[in-house]
């Protein structure tokens, strides 16, 4: 009956038996040995052999029974085979060997069960990096299999407010515009969603070719004048100390540069409070060209400050507008994939900067 009730446990047995008739063999060894060899001759530091042998293998109680038998053994050596005279210094020898099988079997005890503690942690990191890939694959996928229903969806509003299925009011017109504007930021997040797994997974691949930052800051400026309409931030365009427009080359992609931007742009609106003024300075700093968006929020707290570039990381502000925390993140994968700096900073007395810096080159219109 117990053999059908217990098979795994007699399965281990079975496959421990070889060991323990190693062991057993390796002590009767030592043990011969002792009893051939003159009592100046300490044969019993051989007893680490079967401890060491039986550490990875058996656990703290057979490691102790293990220990305990070999100071057995070294001890009765004294006396056995007892044709010489007991001697203080046979004792002594047999005692420090006796402590040393001691200490050898605590730490071959305690570094088996930090074997197994480490073992147990890789196993535990492992499923942990398996479940956060799965994770991350699940997101990309539903990230990707979403565009296709907005994208199918904007394409549908549209073709009502062309009024290709009949007479439109102009209030009903309202109403599908900002059904479209909706569709269209969170066609922008599923968007920024994927890019950012491909960038993590295959790195950001850049086209790049000599591009005016100037240009980029005007072009993203006047693309979100709507937004900073709809919450009342006013934008200002700056050339650093100079009044007249100038021109930043850089050596870049301009489709991930003005991406930056736009980012850190809409971070600047929604941060700001209304009647406020969101200003893009931009200025050549020695080798590089250095673009500031500054705002007039709350600021950045201290222990945000460390975190603002994280993925998914969103803050505790008074932000009007809710985001995804993708933003800030992808504007820095961008620029430290253009081998550029990005950071951020208060503004004294209220506010915030958001910067980065770019190399410049040289470039003849």
């Given at each position: 009956?117990?053999?059908?009730?217990?098979?795994?446990?007699?399965?281990?047995?079975?496959?421990?038996?070889?060991?323990?008739?190693?062991?057993?063999?390796?002590?009767?060894?030592?043990?011969?040995?002792?009893?051939?060899?003159?009592?100046?001759?300490?044969?019993?530091?051989?007893?680490?052999?079967?401890?060491?042998?039986?550490?990875?293998?058996?656990?703290?109680?057979?490691t102790l029974q293990i220990t305990t038998v070999a100071v057995i053994l070294t001890l009765l050596n004294i006396w056995i085979p007892g044709y010489e005279q007991i001697q203080p210094a046979m004792v002594a020898d047999r005692l420090i060997t006796s402590f040393a099988l001691v200490v050898t079997g605590i730490l071959s005890d305690r570094n088996r069960h930090i074997q197994q503690t480490l073992t147990q942690q890789q196993a535990k990191l492992q499923i942990q990096s398996k479940l956060a890939s799965l994770r991350e694959d699940f997101a990309a996928t539903l990230a990707h299999d979403l565009k296709t229903p907005i994208l199918g969806a904007i394409e549908t509003l549209k073709a009502l407010d062309r009024e290709q299925f009949g007479q439109v009011q102009p209030t009903q017109k309202k109403v599908l515009n900002t059904i479209v504007r909706s569709h269209q930021n969170s066609l922008q997040l599923v968007e920024t969603l994927l890019d950012v797994y491909r960038n993590d997974l295959e790195g950001l691949r850049l086209n790049c070719t000599p591009i005016n930052l100037a240009k980029l800051a005007e072009s993203t400026t006047t693309a979100l004048a709507d937004l900073a309409a709809s919450r009342r931030v006013y934008l200002s365009l700056n050339y650093g100390d100079s009044d007249f427009r100038t021109f930043l080359w850089v050596n870049g992609d301009a489709f991930q540069l003005q991406r930056v931007f736009t980012n850190l742009l809409t971070n600047a609106i929604n941060h700001s409070p209304r009647g406020a003024k969101v200003e893009v300075i931009l200025g050549t700093q020695g080798s590089q060209q250095v673009v500031k968006i500054i705002d007039t929020g709350a600021g950045i707290q201290p222990d945000e400050m460390p975190h603002l570039f994280d993925r998914f990381y969103q803050g505790e502000s008074d932000r009007q507008a809710s985001g995804s925390g993708l933003g800030l993140y992808l504007a820095r994968q961008i620029i430290e994939a253009h081998e550029g700096t990005i950071w951020a900073e208060n503004r004294s007395p209220q506010g915030a900067i958001f910067g980065f810096r770019l190399l410049a080159i040289n470039h003849v219109v």
């Open positions: 009956m117990s053999l059908l009730t217990h098979p795994p446990q007699i399965n281990r047995n079975l496959r421990k038996l070889p060991l323990w008739w190693a062991i057993i063999g390796l002590f009767g060894l030592v043990f011969t040995l002792e009893l051939l060899t003159p009592p100046d001759y300490v044969i019993g530091y051989l007893y680490i052999l079967p401890i060491l042998f039986a550490k990875p293998q058996l656990n703290h109680k057979a």
